[in-house]
């Protein structure tokens, strides 16, 4: 692995739980519940949230962006959310959450020195990133930048994290994986359990189903664990993530990277003192801890 690969990599770990807390804080779900969404399960401010800058979507434009999610349980949603608010209304809603999220987890904090250089840090790593077939990264990036340091590092930790989430799209394609056997061959390695994906959609059938297409390439064994074949298709995968994901990085340099990881450090620790995501995380991070 190339040194900007392991830097992607590593600047993943640190910036994804900072861009995942509006999907799990309070202020979140009372956002997205004033806007009139139903915050008993947390997927319909997931899908208004993370699908609201690329406008007006339909279901089968969000299944392309998601992937791993059954395209049934999608249209569950997509579009329905935009019948409960607009686009631009969740936008200015996820924004707030956002503002309201850190101010209640950092206080002050939020517009010190260090957040302001972080910010600026972050900013200029996501405003290099290359969006040719990368969706999420493009629409996220075409929005404006707001003022406050907090909010600008989220937005530029979301442009980051969207940008390495298209091009893992573009690997798992690679590898011939499709939405379901993703979720299966990801499991399969231990990365993390099975019922941690249930959320997803698919069915136990379409899940045995994914399971048997991966036994016949040999990816699998009958016991559901991955052979040394599937162990080695993941990491290429997770390999190939990592080189498309790392070309901010190398413009950024290490030594800016390394410092952005440590001025942001506090909204990291933040997260996961106040408990807000579970440590095994269904969103891509096998294992995630906060710096030392």
């Known amino acids: ?49 993370r699908t609201a800058p690329l406008g007006r979507a339909g279901s089968r434009l969000a299944t392309a962006a998601y992937y791993s999610f059954s395209p049934r349980m999608i249209a569950e949603h997509v579009p329905a959310v935009w019948e409960v608010a607009s686009p631009e209304r969740v936008l200015e809603a996820r924004m707030t959450a956002v ?10 904090k939020v517009t010190a020195d260090a957040a302001v250089e972080a910010a600026e840090l972050a900013r200029r790593a996501a405003e290099s990133v290359g969006v040719a077939g990368r969706p999420l990264a493009a629409a996220n990036l075409d929005l404006p930048w707001p003022d406050e340091p907090h909010l600008v590092l989220w937005q530029a930790a979301t442009v980051l994290r969207e940008h390495r989430g298209d091009g893992h799209l573009a690997a798992l394609q690679a590898a011939e994986l499709d939405g379901c056997e993703a979720l299966v061959s990801f499991a399969a390695i231990g990365a993390a359990p099975a019922a941690n994906f ?73 997260v996961f003192e106040a408990g807000l995501l579970p440590m095994t995380s269904t969103l891509g991070i096998a294992t995630v801890k906060a710096p030392d």
């Open 1 to 49: 692995m190339s040194a900007a690969s392991r830097l992607a990599r590593r600047m993943w770990h640190q910036l994804e739980p900072i861009h995942a807390v509006l999907y799990f804080s309070p202020q979140g779900f009372e956002e997205a519940g004033a806007l009139g969404h139903d915050v008993e399960s947390r997927w319909p401010s997931y899908f208004a949230y």
């Open 198 to 270: 249930a959320g997803r959609g698919w069915s136990e059938q379409e899940w045995d189903a994914a399971q048997e297409r991966l036994a016949a390439r040999g990816l699998v064994g009958p016991d559901g664990q991955a052979t040394e074949r599937g162990r080695e298709l993941r990491d290429q995968v997770e390999r190939m993530t990592d080189r498309l994901a790392a070309e901010p990085w190398r413009l950024l340099g290490e030594e800016r990277a390394e410092r952005l990881a440590r001025l942001a450090s506090p909204f990291l620790g933040a």
């Open 99 to 108: 503002d309201r999220t850190y101010r209640a987890l950092l206080g002050d």
